[in-house]
């Protein structure tokens, strides 16, 4: 139905920044909301920032001032542009997407989930 691809993770100091990008695909109607929850070892998962079909935002306060979502609703893709980036934003970061989709001869809403991608920050 619906294939979630996250890229853009990796390693980086301290201080950098990192853009994550989720690209979805499928029998897609519409997108009404696109957002990116991390997991770090050991804690819950959590919202960092979403995004609707309008362009309100929502960001976590740990992440404000520093992180920005975005979407190019014509590709139903997303991003996380991650700026000044600390040892405690490491985690699985991944991308959730609540679209209508096309099911046999009718629609369904749903949400739907990447696999995940690993961002680590060293210090």
């Known amino acids: 139905q619906v294939q979630l691809v996250e890229s853009g993770g990796g390693l980086v100091q301290a201080g950098g920044s990192l853009r994550l990008s989720c690209a979805a695909s499928g029998s897609i109607l519409s997108i009404s909301a696109m957002s990116w929850y991390r997991q770090a070892p050991g804690k819950q998962r959590e919202l960092v920032a979403a995004i609707t079909s309008g362009g309100s935002t929502n960001y976590a306060d740990s992440v404000k001032g520093r992180f920005s979502i975005s979407r190019e609703n014509a590709k139903n893709t997303g991003y996380l542009q991650m700026n000044s980036l600390k040892p405690d934003d490491t985690a699985v970061y991944s991308c959730?997407?609540?679209?209508?989709?096309?099911?046999?001869?009718?629609?369904?809403?749903?949400?739907?989930w990447g696999q995940g991608t690993q961002v680590t920050v060293s210090s």
């Open positions: 959730n997407v609540r679209a209508v989709v096309y099911v046999g001869p009718t629609y369904r809403a749903g949400d739907y």
